[in-house]
């Protein structure tokens, strides 16, 4: 055989045999580094908001390094955030099973399947891993409130007053007028359910454990006016206005729709009087006699009642609107159309009377829960 050919034919199988073992060779396991890289990534995806391919990264992670309990917690949160909520509970429970949890990795996988349970609205599940986390860690402040946070979620007022109790144990953020709105809460609930005895008595609770707790006092009034008990309101009130005359306003409402039931004009007009001379810059009370004086007939002390709030607030929109009213009724047209105007050209700057600190949900009415947010005593007045 010729040389040449020969020479060609080792270089051939020496080229093949190179192939065959880059194609066939043993490629290296992923470790850890690999599986760091994923998670890593997973979480910058996370952080951009594509939470479908950092879901798929997390799992590589988890792939190539089943050690990596961040990276399980993560999907589980992610499935629950998406909705699926039985998926992201299975996986935080697998967790539960692994004898190599540190107790820090034990309290999060705990803490995560806590809300999984409550995304699920499985409040009995949720409750009994609270338990457990409170059984190992009695201070353990994160549980106590959840658990508050839960029974105020299923609006039950007479369970979240003892939670906040316990809550008082292990925290340095408590209040008495917190525990009297949890009262104030399970009557309106009672009374709703046609229970107004029974509600009256949380009302007077809530006003034992906190003597200035506006709600309490208002509600109580507003069942005794249920009942007919018109001079039992009354008293309540005027207690409540006597004892936080800062907030006496919020009940000049009913106390005059209960006067004017009993057409007690002159007791109105004492009763605002009183407010009065203990607070000269009440403008609420100021014009709730102001109307009084209109009922009467008295419309020219009206009149000088809303000049004299003006000339002390002159941006103060209500008093304006009154006197409006009042201008029209004497054919004093031209003033009235003046305060229109003025009221016309500031109504872009209006805002609303209250207004929560926390979510900044804004109202007309005083409120001591949150609508928008559902936190306590968050209100304060624009």
């Not at 007791?267 to 009084?292: G, H, R, T, V």
């Not at 002390?312 to 929109?317: A, E, I, L, M, T």
Request: aromatic share 10%; proline share 3%.
């Amino acid at each position: 055989m010729d040389f040449t050919v020969i020479l060609i034919f080792v270089v051939l199988s020496a080229i093949t045999a190179l192939m065959i073992m880059f194609v066939f060779r043993k490629r290296p396991a992923a470790g850890p580094e690999d599986a760091s890289l994923d998670y890593a990534e997973g979480l910058n995806l996370l952080l951009a908001g594509d939470t479908e391919k950092a879901l798929n990264k997390l799992k590589d992670a988890v792939t190539k390094d089943s050690q990596n309990i961040d990276a399980y917690l993560k999907i589980g949160d992610i499935l629950r955030e998406t909705g699926q909520f039985d998926r992201a509970v299975n996986v935080h429970k697998y967790l539960t099973v692994r004898t190599t949890l540190t107790a820090k990795q034990k309290s999060e996988i705990y803490r995560s399947l806590v809300i999984d349970y409550q995304a699920a609205q499985e409040f009995d599940k949720a409750f009994d891993v609270l338990s457990k986390i409170i059984s190992e860690d009695k201070s353990n402040t994160w549980a106590h409130e959840m658990k508050l946070k839960l029974y105020e979620q299923k609006e039950e007022w007479e369970n979240a007053f003892q939670a906040y109790k316990n809550l008082k144990k292990v925290s340095k953020e408590f209040k008495n007028g917190r525990l009297a709105l949890y009262k104030v809460q399970e009557g309106l609930q009672l009374s709703e359910n046609g229970k107004e005895k029974d509600a009256q008595v949380r009302f007077r609770d809530a006003i034992k454990i906190d003597s200035e707790s506006p709600p309490a006092y208002i509600y109580l009034a507003d069942s005794y006016r249920n009942e007919d008990r018109k001079e039992d309101a009354l008293k309540v009130l005027k207690q409540f206005v006597e004892k936080i005359p800062s907030q006496s306003f919020l009940a000049f409402e009913l106390i005059k729709e209960l006067l004017y039931e009993g057409g007690v004009y002159g007791e109105i007009e004492n009763f605002y009087m009183e407010i009065i001379d203990s607070q000269p810059d009440n403008y609420e009370a100021k014009l709730a006699l102001a109307e009084n004086y209109e009922k009467k007939g008295e419309i020219e002390k009206a009149v000088n009642l809303c000049a004299n709030i003006l000339e002390s607030d002159p941006p103060n929109k209500a008093a304006k609107k009154y006197l409006i009213r009042l201008y029209h009724h004497t054919g004093q047209k031209d003033e009235a159309l003046n305060l229109a105007l003025e009221i016309i050209e500031a109504s872009s700057k209006h805002k609303e009377r209250f207004r929560c600190s926390k979510c900044r949900h804004e109202s007309d009415k005083p409120f001591w829960r949150c609508p928008g947010c559902s936190e306590w005593e968050t209100a304060i007045q624009n």
